[in-house]
T-cell receptor, first 114, second 111 residues
């Protein structure tokens, strides 16, 4: 089992460019999450998907869109990247949804917006 | 305001020694508290999850405690190893859909 995989590992964008961060899990989990992690701040939830076909906003959704393509895949899109979106992005999945259960995190995507 | 505060911010200990990391929170209503270990350049890995009724939970050399009355948790690491060098993150979940992450304690274990 690969667990949670993310692509790409690193990305540099210019302001205004768009890109999609990909995430996939092979644990048959219902719930998936996108977080960002900035220096000196805790992880912050961007969007989550409690089950296939549903998505909901987290704490910091502005500037992002998500797609739960199927049970395995959950993508995060930046339509017009801004320097404030420079961060490390983590995807996670869990079996039991938001209420409980262990969250398994991917290795992260390090994004720099210039 | 719901917050999670961790202390110390950083800690250096000798290999083989024990240490205790602290987490204080104001999150209410409380659902569960989690401790994660995050190695540099990697995603967080779950160590423990505790609900209101649990006051101790162990995972190998890691033991977490929870005092829901005082809203405090600690993570005790026994007989530290070099591989314990990492950031340890405390996360509190409310009964809704919110997770509150601490900023972590950076632990360095030196030989």
């Amino acid at each position: 089992n690969a667990g949670v995989t993310q692509t790409p590992k690193f990305q540099v964008l210019k302001t205004g460019q768009s890109m999609t961060l990909q995430c996939a899990q092979d644990m048959n989990h219902n719930s998936m999450y996108w977080y960002r992690q900035d220096p000196g701040m805790g992880l912050r939830l961007i969007y989550y998907s409690a089950s296939e076909g549903t998505t909901d906003k987290g704490e910091v959704p502005n500037g992002y869109n998500v797609s739960r393509l199927n049970k395995r895949e959950f993508s995060l899109r930046l339509e017009s990247a801004a320097p404030s979106q420079t961060s490390v992005y983590f995807c996670a999945s869990s079996e039991g949804g938001l209420a409980g259960g262990v969250q398994y995190f991917g290795p992260g995507t390090r994004l720099t917006v210039t | 305001k719901n917050q999670v505060e961790q202390s110390p911010q950083s800690l250096i200990i000798l290999e083989g020694k024990n240490c205790t990391l602290q987490c204080n929170y104001t999150v209410s209503p409380f659902s569960n508290l989690r401790w994660y270990k995050q190695d540099t350049g990697r995603g967080p890995v779950s160590l423990t999850i505790m609900t209101f009724s649990e006051n101790t939970k162990s995972n190998g050399r890691y033991t977490a405690t929870l005092d829901a009355d005082t809203k405090q948790s600690s993570l005790h690491i026994t007989a530290s190893q070099l591989s314990d060098s990492a950031s340890y993150i405390c996360v509190v979940k409310d009964t809704g859909n919110q997770f509150y992450f601490g900023t972590g304690t950076s632990l360095t274990v030196i030989p």
